[in-house]
C-alpha cells in the first residue's frame, strides 16, 4: 500500500554540522512530496514541497530534490542551528489532497 | 486570517465516555481533513470533507467515530465509548481548491485526547 519511509531519529548534531535525513515512498504515479516540520509545542509547518519529478524544494535553507527514479525525496541542510531542533516529517500527496506522512525523524542540534 | 483552530486543545476522559471534538477551518477553504497522530508516529489520514460532503473515509475509521461538516464551515469529530487506544492527538487541516498547482494544507494545533 502507499507509505512513506523516513530514517530514524533521534538524530543529534553540532551547530553547523551537515545534516541529511532519508525519505523513500511507494511509486503510485507522481505525487507532490513535502516536508512538514513541527517545532516543540506547536502544530505541523510547511517546510518545502516539490510537485514534480527533478523538483528541487527549497526554503530557510532545507533543500530536497524529487528523485523519481530512486523514488526519494532527502532533506539536506548544509549547516545546521540550534533553532532548527524539531521534528520532521516527510509526506506525499495522495488522492483527494490527503497526505501519506513517515513516522517523523526527531532533530536535535546541540550548541 | 485566524489559521485553522481546533476546541478543545486538551480533552481527558474516562473510557466508555462519548467525546467530540471541533475544528474551524481558514474561511473560505472548501477542504477539511482529520488525522490522528500517536507518540512517536506521524499523522494518519482519518476522512476528509469537500464543503459539507464527506468524501473519503479511513479503514483507521471505526464505527465508533463521526465526523460531520454541516454548512460547509466548521467539523466535529465524535468519538463514542471511548477506549485507552483511541488516546491521541487528533489534528485538523484545510485547504482550498482550484488554484493552479499545489494547494497546501494547513493544520491546526490539535486536539489532545487522553483515555484512562
Known amino acids: 500500500g502507499d507509505s512513506v519511509t523516513q530514517m530514524e531519529g533521534p538524530v543529534t548534531l553540532s551547530e553547523e554540522a551537515f545534516l541529511t535525513i532519508n525519505c523513500t515512498y511507494t511509486a503510485t504515479g507522481y505525487p507532490s512530496l513535502f516536508w512538514y516540520v513541527q517545532y516543540p509545542g506547536e502544530g505541523l509547518q510547511l517546510l518545502l514541497k516539490a510537485t514534480k519529478a527533478d523538483d528541487k524544494g527549497s526554503n530557510k535553507g532545507f533543500e530536497a530534490t524529487y528523485r523519481k527514479e530512486t523514488t526519494s525525496f532527502h532533506l539536506e541542510k548544509g549547516s545546521v542551528q540550534v533553532s532548527d531542533s524539531a521534528v520532521y516529517f516527510c509526506a506525499k500527496g495522495n488522492q483527494g489532497g490527503k497526505l501519506i506522512f513517515g513516522q517523523g525523524t526527531e532533530l536535535s542540534v546541540k550548541p | 486570517d485566524t489559521g485553522v483552530s481546533q476546541d478543545p486543545r486538551h480533552k481527558i476522559t474516562k473510557r466508555g465516555q462519548n467525546v467530540t471534538f471541533r475544528c474551524d477551518p481558514i474561511?473560505?477553504?472548501?477542504?477539511l481533513y482529520w488525522y490522528r497522530q500517536t507518540l512517536g508516529q506521524g499523522p494518519e489520514f482519518l476522512t476528509y470533507?469537500?464543503?459539507?460532503?464527506?468524501?473519503?473515509k479511513s479503514r483507521l475509521l471505526s464505527d465508533r467515530f463521526s465526523a460531520e461538516r454541516p454548512k460547509g464551515s466548521f467539523s466535529t469529530l465524535e468519538i463514542q465509548r471511548t477506549e485507552q487506544g483511541d488516546s491521541a492527538m487528533y489534528l485538523c487541516?484545510?485547504?482550498?481548491?482550484?488554484?493552479?498547482?499545489?494547494?497546501?494544507?494547513?493544520f491546526g494545533p490539535g486536539t489532545r485526547l487522553t483515555v484512562l
Open positions: 470533507f469537500q464543503n459539507e460532503a464527506q468524501l473519503e
Open positions: 474561511s473560505e477553504h472548501n477542504r
Open positions: 487541516a484545510s485547504l482550498v481548491t482550484g488554484n493552479f498547482g499545489y494547494n497546501e494544507q494547513f
